[in-house]
Structures are given as C-alpha cells and as structure tokens.
C-alpha cells in the first residue's frame, strides 16, 4: 500500500475506484482500514473512488504520541491535508464509530472540504462514555506507569502497530515514559471534556451547525446504541435517516463485520445518497 508524509508522519491509505466522486471512509476506534477493503470495493463499483487511510497511531502509519490538539482533532486535520496532498478538492466524508466522529470534525474544521457526512454506528451514550476512555487512554497510562514503553509495546494493541509498522518499535521505545504519560493523559482529559450524548464528544450546537446532506445510519450494540443516531438525524438539519434491519443487541461492542449481510444495501444506499447529492450540485 502507498503511504504519504503529512506533518511528519508517514499515513498508510488505499484508492478504490478509478473514476467518479470521492468517498472517504474511516474505521472505529484504533483500527485500520482493511477492515474496510471489501466494503470500499462494493462502493467503488457503483461508479466512484474511496479513500481509505490508517490514522496516525493506527493500522500501519507511524505511531507519534504528540500533540497539544486532542488526537481526534489531530486526525482530523490530518486528513485534510491528505486530501489537498491527493489533489482532492471536496469529498464525501464518512465512517464508523470514531471515524462518524472524525468525519463531522473534518467538517467542523475544514468545510470547504466536505460536500456532505455519511455517519454510521453513531458513538453515544453513558456507556460507551464509561468504556471508551480506558479502552483508548487508562490502560496504556497504567502499562506505561508499572512498566515504561516496554510494557505499552506488549499490548495487544501496540504489538498491532509494530507488527504493521516495524518502524514504530524504535519510535516508541525511544520516548520518555512521563512524555508518554503526559500527552495521553491530556488526550484523555480532552476526550472526556465534551458531552456524553447523542454524539460522545460533540456538542449539540455543533450538531445543528451542520449544513451539508448527512446520511446517519444507527448502530446496534451498547456503545453505538440506535437512540444515539436517531437523536443526531433529529438534530443535523439536512440529514436522511437509514435504519438496516437490525435491532440494539445487549453486547458492548460489535464488529463491523457483524454487518458484513448489509454491505450490499448498504452500499446501494450510499450510493443513491451520494448520487442525490451530485445531481443537486449546480
């Protein structure tokens, strides 16, 4: 996969499609984008070119714990810059889970970017405010404390990285633990400032300053439960609502690819939303 310099740091993407609108796609969490090759490959074959990309400190781009801006934010502007690298001028933005979250900060702070937001799996909620902090900051504040770089490096999440990105082994290992400590406690403080719901993070103001077509599509576990992307289909102003055929399941996470039945439909809709939106175009 061909990978890109922005800002220091070495961003691992992919291009799916050779011709029609751009259609930028992010994963939840941490993840990479792999887990989204064959569900860019469907949209691809409706007539368009999907960009996918492996944020900093995800998937296969290098690993750089810096930064005075909270890391959602960071990658936020760091996919700005991918697109002007790309020479992309607008695009259709869009992901799951966190990248739902990226993808109305790429708005919020570049919207001569963005022509409109495909939001799924929506993060919101009392749950996901008490699981998520831990799950992306404590546990490696606490592996740093009792064991130093060594001891993130063995996470399981951290092994991920190195294993992709060789590179990030002497990289981290080359870091000052209370540096480490000190920039993901203050990710960590960040993170938790916002509100909890309907979007985690997001204020409700931001919400409704939202003025491009956004299609929200809720999830269905405790972390992404449907309440969250109702109320923010409720709230973006020019926002289409689409539910698949599925109902909340009592499990605290689910995968994406516990969707893998709907990628079709899924697609198709994408599609036609994207497909609205061009035709609206003047």
């Known amino acids: 996969m061909p990978t890109i310099k922005i800002r220091d740091v070495n961003l691992n993407y992919s291009i799916t499609g050779d011709s029609g609108p751009w259609l930028v796609l992010v994963t939840g969490g941490r993840r990479g984008f792999s887990e989204f090759n064959e569900f860019a490959k469907k949209i691809a074959a409706k007539g368009f070119r999907v960009l996918l990309h492996d944020r900093r400190n995800t998937g296969a781009s290098d690993v750089l714990i810096q930064g005075q801006d909270g890391e959602e934010e960071i990658w936020a502007d760091d996919l700005a810059l991918l697109l002007k690298a790309l020479g992309v001028d607008q695009a259709y933005v869009g992901g799951t889970s966190s990248g ?5 900060l790429v708005y919020l702070r570049h919207p001569e970017l963005v022509k409109a937001l495909v939001l799924m ?3 919101g909620g009392e749950f996901a405010a008490g699981r998520l902090p831990n799950n992306y900051y404590g546990q490696f504040i606490k592996a740093c404390q009792t064991g130093g770089m060594k001891a993130v490096c063995e996470t399981e999440q951290y092994k991920e990285r190195i294993q992709a ?6 990289r981290l290992m080359a870091m000052d633990p209370k540096d ?29 300053s939202i003025k491009v077509p956004t299609l929200v599509v809720p999830g269905n576990d405790k972390t992404h439960d449907s309440k969250g992307g109702l109320a923010t289909a409720e709230l973006i102003e020019h926002s289409e609502l689409f539910q698949l055929p599925i109902e909340d399941q009592d499990v605290d996470v ?18 036609s939303f994207i497909q609205s939106v061009e035709s609206a175009q003047p």
């Open 254 to 271: 689910l995968p994406f690819s516990a969707w893998a039945q709907f990628e079709e439909p899924l697609a198709q809709r994408i599609s």
């Open 180 to 208: 480490y400590i000190s920039t993901m406690e203050h990710w960590l403080a960040i993170f938790k400032s916002g509100p909890v719901a309907p979007v985690l993070g997001m204020k409700v103001e931001h919400l409704r």
């Open 165 to 170: 990105n060789p590179s990030n082994l002497e």
């Open 100 to 104: 739902a979250r990226l993808s109305m």
């Open 121 to 123: 799996r929506i993060t």
